[in-house]
T-cell receptor, first 114, second 111 residues
Framework: DTGVSQDPRHKITKRGQNVTFRCDPI?????LYWYRQTLGQGPEFLTY????????KSRLLSDRFSAERPKGSFSTLEIQRTEQGDSAMYLC????????????FGPGTRLTVL | KQEVTQIPAALSVPEGENLVLNCSFT??????LQWFRQDPGKGLTSLLL?????REQTSGRLNASLDKSSGRSTLYIAASQPGDSATYLC??????????FGAGTRLTVKP
């Protein structure tokens, strides 16, 4: 499968715990995006990488959230001291800077904070 | 701040009908507009992307149009099928790199 993959697909955790999600983009894509989607809403932008550089961060990305893309390939999104309001679907997308720069999305990680 | 609105929020049609989904946005200075399909609990599947210089794109039974000056896009689905049942999301990308999504239209096609 050459699409965007995300792991895990589902995560249930207790409030206060830390969680980490992984995204593997399409192999030749140099741009990687994280979004959050709550029930009944469209995805909201969180952050964006070009290669290994994190170039944009939304105000939604509080200091409990951190994202990395250390080698310009896969990315991780960590949430520290989870809160019930963090419960959502976390979506990753990737694109190739040249051409039309179309974003392709992964299947998402569903987080439930109890 | 760019705001994207999709109307209607939900739509139910009998199989075989042609239908139109609407998307409006407040700032016409966009880089592109993309239509996605999302099945329950799943990720997004890209359907069509219209660049700012284009007026429409077609793929099979789908046709998307873009009118930047009025801040509108439509997704036309011909001869709808039960397998088309899903949520359809419109997303606008400005010259920065984040995308603004509408809340989606939940489509049900009844056999």
């Amino acid at each position: 499968d050459t699409g965007v993959s995300q792991d895990p697909r589902h995560k249930i955790t207790k409030r206060g715990q830390n969680v980490t999600f992984r995204c593997d983009p399409i192999s030749e894509h140099n741009r990687l995006y994280w979004y959050r989607q709550t029930l009944g809403q469209g995805p909201e932008f969180l952050t964006y990488f070009q290669n290994e550089a994190q170039l944009e961060k939304s105000r939604l990305l509080s200091d409990r959230f951190s994202a990395e893309r250390p080698k310009g390939s896969f990315s991780t999104l960590e949430i520290q001291r989870t809160e019930q309001g963090d419960s959502a679907m976390y979506l990753c997308a990737s694109s190739l800077e040249t051409g039309i720069d179309e974003q392709f999305f992964g299947p998402g990680t569903r987080l439930t904070v109890l | 701040k760019q705001e994207v609105t999709q109307i209607p929020a939900a739509l139910s049609v009998p199989e075989g009908e042609n239908l139109v989904l609407n998307c409006s946005f407040t700032d016409s200075a966009i880089y592109n507009l993309q239509w996605f399909r999302q099945d329950p609990g799943k990720g997004l599947t890209s359907l069509l992307l219209i660049q700012s210089s284009q007026r429409e794109q077609t793929s099979g039974r789908l046709n998307a149009s873009l009118d930047k000056s009025s801040g509108r896009s439509t997704l036309y689905i011909a001869a709808s099928q039960p397998g088309d049942s899903a949520t359809y999301l419109c997303a606008v990308r400005e010259n920065n790199n984040d995308m603004r999504f509408g809340a989606g239209t939940r489509l049900t096609v009844k056999p």
